[in-house]
């Protein structure tokens, strides 16, 4: 007769999914690449801005004089160096920096492939009752 109650009522024992170890693994492989992916994102756009920046200084120089000694700070001190130079200077500085945006870029897009071929598998076996869905701030 208890069962009986437990249909009628539209109450159901426990439901829960078996995760098997290969399960976990995948899991705790979803969470490290997710969490290195937001560290790439983040040093992403740091460098991003630092590129920026390195623009801004190379267009400010086209409105100084040419024989302009320009000041520009390395390490603690400023040197002053002449235009030519600096431009040379902050050119191959903005040739590294999107050297290394290209690179973090491209590490962000296999690590996207990674975790979204991830989630795939594991939103196929537990469906609804897991949320691998980053929280928005």
Do not use: H, W
């Not at 460098?47 to 801004?56: A, F, H, I």
């Not at 302009?68 to 590294?96: C, H, R, W």
């Not at 870029?105 to 991830?118: G, R, W």
Request: net charge negative.
């Amino acid at each position: 007769m208890s069962a009986r109650k437990n249909v009628q009522s539209g109450f159901q024992p426990d439901s829960d999914v078996y995760i098997t170890y290969e399960d976990q693994q995948k899991i705790n492989k979803f969470a490290r690449q997710n969490a290195k992916m937001d560290d790439l994102k983040e040093e992403l756009k740091m460098k991003q801005n630092v590129l920026k920046s390195l623009e801004d200084a190379c267009d400010e120089l086209v409105l100084l004089d040419e024989d302009a000694k320009i000041p520009y700070y390395i390490g603690e001190v400023f040197v002053y160096e002449t235009m030519e130079k600096t431009q040379s200077y902050l050119n191959d500085l903005k040739d590294k920096k999107k050297m290394e945006i290209s690179e973090l870029e491209n590490k962000c897009a296999d690590l996207k492939s990674i975790v979204t071929d991830l989630k795939t598998q594991l939103y196929a076996k537990f469906g609804s009752r897991i949320n691998l869905e980053a929280e928005e701030d």
